[in-house]
């Protein structure tokens, strides 16, 4: 019997038959078969900055020393800074693209740049910019979502300042946004192939360049009140503004905007004596604002006007002071601006202090002027 069995091992041996190894158990001396690296990079698209240079009085028309320190201090830089840390999320898919997320791998980068190791199959990676305040407080609340596969959401919460003007669902405006950029790119196909990859000798390993280009879900609009004939009738803009009518958050994973309608609330200066055209010396109240945008559209998207679909009124209110110690709240229809700068841009009313009462009725609220659009002609109507 025994040496039954020894001749059945040799046979075994001899016809070549052998235990393989159990498939996740990678052959590591075969470059072949590693786990590839990914190399990805992060841009960033400016390509369509608002010119604002050309109609902006309140910032001088662009020209040096417009936005001043002062400014700086109340708003913030003027544009777009360039985000330095960021956010990335990999999704694992399996063998389906775009479908399921069976796990999540997170990661915190300074730079644009991120090496990582992938498993075979289908990844989708979301990224963006780490916020950065001159303050330290941060407005931008991320909400996260239960399961993988549903939107991270962006979004801001009420202030304290009441919101009168087409906002019959919140009593208070909402803190502006801090910018924002964001990029998701979905069903990346790490195939074992190699397809894409080139192979480091020196590293010994397979890698793969990948870019993604993060683009703004915030838009920065640029409100002036151009005052004409003022001769020290208004002295100042006491409070805080509103811009009504544009969304209370957005979507990281698509860049959509909230169809939730709110009214956003920023700072405003006034500046004396400012050149306007032909000559003219103008009182400008302006400021700077940052928003989601246009509610259910992302701004990325839209190429024309045409498209930008826009279901909101937008009224922009400003409290002044008068020199006899009352105030009042300004009212403008701006509707058909922010419609054409989905993306962003400056906002332009005028007010001819000439036509405008001085309120009388103490503290504060005299009247509220409800101004047309500046792009409809200009013309100003009171509501006593």
């Keep these: 019997m025994k040496k039954l069995i020894i001749s059945l091992l040799a046979l075994l041996a001899l016809s070549g038959c052998y235990r393989k190894p159990d498939l996740y158990l990678y052959d590591w001396e075969n470059p072949a078969l590693m786990l590839p690296w990914v190399d990805l990079d992060l841009d960033l698209f400016w390509g369509y900055a608002p010119d604002w240079r050309a109609e902006w009085y309140y910032g001088d028309c662009g020209r040096p020393g417009g936005w001043d320190d002062e ?74 979502p239960k399961s ?51 192979y480091i000798p020196e590293e010994n390993m397979w890698l793969r360049q990948l870019r993604m280009t993060l683009e703004p879900l915030t838009y920065i609009y640029l409100p002036q009140v151009i005052i004409h004939h003022n001769n020290g009738t208004i002295v100042g803009a006491p409070d805080k503004a509103n811009l009504s009518g544009l969304a209370r958050a957005t979507s990281l994973n698509t860049g959509i905007a909230s169809t939730d309608a709110v009214s956003v609330n920023f700072d405003v200066r006034m500046k004396l004596d400012k050149d306007f055209r032909q000559g003219e ?96 002609g200009g013309q100003w109507e009171f509501e006593m």
């Design 71 to 144: 400014d700086k201090r109340i708003f913030g830089e003027l544009e777009y800074v360039e985000p330095t840390n960021f956010f990335v999320r990999r999704y694992f898919t399996g063998d389906l693209p775009y479908g399921p997320r069976r796990r999540m791998y997170e990661a915190y980068i300074q730079g644009r740049h991120f090496r990582a190791k992938y498993d075979w199959g289908y990844w989708d990676i979301l990224a963006w910019n780490d916020i950065k305040t001159i303050d330290g407080v941060q407005s931008l609340i991320f909400r996260e």
């Design 148 to 198: 993988l596969d549903e939107d991270i959401i962006a979004f801001t919460n009420q202030t304290m300042y009441s919101s009168r003007y087409h906002a019959p669902r919140y009593q208070n405006s909402f803190y502006a946004p801090e910018q924002l950029f964001a990029a998701c790119e979905r069903g990346i196909d790490i195939d074992e192939t190699l397809k894409g990859f080139v």
């Design 281 to 376: 010396k103008v009182d400008i109240v302006g400021g700077r604002l940052m928003t989601f945008g246009i509610c259910g559209q992302n701004g990325n998207r839209v190429m024309r006007v045409e498209d930008s679909k826009d279901p909101e009124k937008h009224y922009l209110d400003v409290k002044m002071m008068f020199k006899n110690g009352m105030d009042s709240t300004f009212v403008f229809d701006v509707t058909e601006q922010v419609r054409r700068r989905y993306r962003g841009g400056v906002i332009t009313v005028e007010l001819d202090m000439d036509t405008v009462p001085m309120p009388v009725r103490p503290g504060g609220s005299g009247f509220n002027a409800v101004v047309k659009d500046y792009e409809d």
